[in-house]
T-cell receptor
Framework: QQQVKQSPQSLIVQKGGISIINCAYE??????FPWYQQFPGKGPALLIA?????SEKKEGRFTISFNKSAKQFSLHIMDSQPGDSATYFC????????????FGKGTKLSVKP | DSGVTQTPKHLITATGQRVTLRCSPR?????VYWYQQSLDQGLQFLIQ???????AKGNILERFSAQQFPDLHSELNLSSLELGDSALYFC????????????FGQGTRLTVV
């Protein structure tokens, strides 16, 4: 099963709050898990990525939490800002094929001032 | 700006026609990927080239083909177009296909009427 399941489809958060987006996968051959951010009219931009040998990775206000046994990973956006309003995609790829990404369906995040 | 250049930005064409989308990868990147983004299917991997050779195929229709030229730019050819082919087509590139992140272009919006 190559699918990556992402939830929620949409999310509304108040400025300063924490945004949490979850993804689950089935394929145990996946070993690279990036998150992409996409603004309207733009291409997806790499935000942060993790490999299964670590359980958490933090870059600024963005944190990936990874649970290998549960085959789940999530993106936490701390101190969410209106400028974070965008669509977020989780993705996964197999070892040796890092650019051949299987994407989740996306989460549209709106951060209210 | 990711450094990946796609032309044209917008394309409107009639059913049954053929179009060519062009992608120039980031300087130094040898691997090129094509993705299709539509409302119902989300972001789907189509095909990958590495240093001029096809390396992987995803959900690419037989009516679609691609190639990567010696100067590393790539073209995606879509023929016998149908209304359902209307979508955003993204090109991404990476230094090599195994260990590095993929960076996406701004996309070509194709509308088939």
């Amino acid at each position: 099963q190559q699918q990556v399941k992402q939830s929620p489809q949409s999310l509304i958060v108040q400025k300063g709050g924490i945004s949490i987006i979850n993804c689950a996968y089935e394929n145990t051959a996946f070993d690279y898990f990036p998150w992409y951010q996409q603004f309207p009219g733009k291409g997806p931009a790499l935000l942060i990525a993790i490999r299964p040998d670590v359980s958490e990775k933090k870059e600024g206000r963005f944190t990936i939490s990874f649970n290998k046994s549960a085959k789940q990973f999530s993106l936490h956006i701390m101190d969410s800002q209106p400028g974070d309003s965008a669509t977020y995609f989780c993705a996964a790829s197999e070892r040796g094929s890092q650019g051949n990404l299987i994407f989740g369906k996306g989460t549209k995040l709106s951060v209210k001032p | 700006d990711s450094g990946v250049t796609q032309t044209p930005k917008h394309l409107i064409t009639a059913t049954g026609q053929r179009v060519t989308l062009r992608c120039s990868p980031r300087s130094g990147d040898l691997s090129v990927y094509w993705y299709q983004q539509s409302l119902d299917q989300g972001l789907q991997f189509l095909i990958q080239y590495y240093n001029g050779e096809e390396r992987a195929k995803g959900n690419i229709l037989e009516r679609f083909s691609a190639q990567q030229f010696p100067d590393l730019h790539s073209e995606l050819n879509l023929s016998s177009l149908e209304l359902g082919d209307s979508a955003l087509y993204f090109c991404a590139s990476s230094v090599d296909p195994t260990h590095t992140e993929a960076f996406f272009g701004q996309g070509t919006r194709l509308t088939v009427v």
